[in-house]
T-cell receptor, first 114, second 117 residues
Framework: DAGVIQSPRHEVTEMGQEVTLRCKPI?????LFWYRQTMMRGLELLIY????????DSGMPEDRFSAKMPNASFSTLKIQPSEPRDSAVYFC????????????FGPGTRLTVL | AQKVTQAQTEISVVEKEDVTLDCVYE???????LFWYKQPPSGELVFLIR??????QNEISGRYSWNFQKSTSSFNFTITASQVVDSAVYFC??????????????FGRGTSLIVHP
């Protein structure tokens, strides 16, 4: 059974460009989480969805960040315009039935903004 | 507010040594969940264990064991007879009720374990 799928795995872009990160959760999981990992701040929760509905986006750092989940099998995290300080590894994770269940993480997208 | 402290930033051991990774948490809730995840060099976080606040029994899984003590707000993780493959960053996480009653995890900063052959 496929795990959480993220694309791209690596992204290098220039400041000011739009970046879109993609995630396909595990089939049947009804919670989806977006995290950002940096050396300075560790692992931060950005936003999470339950049944495709955004529940808490208080972790989204700025209006430049937006996330959508148009259906149960796909989510995007968009940064527009991107800045060098957005460079990080972005993880998507999903969980089954309840948010206190174990989370299954994707391999992450390493974003570098020049 | 919730907080997870992993005071050990990095631990270096030689293969076959036992090693304990500390995790101290803060919460005012009576119902909460504690987790450990492993992040190997490949980068993907892997779930190891979950404990709820009402279950203080220690857990053993092969060479891994976990000691949950509410009295000291700790959920420590011990690897017995460490192996090179145990080299990874280990995260402790705490979930308590958040928006809409969902339990949202807060992760500690992680402990990097290096096991030398």
């Amino acid at each position: 059974d496929a795990g959480v799928i993220q694309s791209p795995r690596h992204e290098v872009t220039e400041m000011g460009q739009e970046v879109t990160l993609r995630c396909k959760p595990i089939s049947g999981h009804d919670y989806l989480f977006w995290y950002r990992q940096t050396m300075m701040r560790g692992l931060e929760l950005l936003i999470y969805f339950n049944n495709n509905v955004p529940i808490d986006d208080s972790g989204m750092p700025e209006d430049r960040f937006s996330a959508k989940m148009p259906n149960a099998s796909f989510s995007t995290l968009k940064i527009q315009p991107s800045e060098p300080r957005d460079s990080a590894v972005y993880f998507c994770a999903s969980s089954l039935v309840s948010s206190y269940n174990e989370q299954f993480f994707g391999p992450g997208t390493r974003l570098t903004v020049l | 507010a919730q907080k997870v402290t992993q005071a050990q930033t990095e631990i270096s051991v030689v293969e076959k040594e036992d090693v304990t990774l500390d995790c101290v948490y803060e919460t005012r809730d009576t119902t909460y969940y504690l987790f450990w995840y492993k992040q190997p060099p490949s980068g993907e976080l892997v779930f190891l264990i979950r404990r709820n606040s009402f279950d203080e029994q220690n857990e053993i899984s092969g060479r891994y064991s976990w000691n949950f003590q509410k009295s000291t707000s700790s959920f420590n993780f011990t690897i017995t007879a460490s192996q090179v493959v145990d080299s990874a960053v280990y995260f402790c996480a705490l979930s308590e009720a958040g928006t809409g009653g969902s339990y949202i995890p807060t992760f500690g900063r992680g402990t990097s374990l290096i096991v030398h052959p």
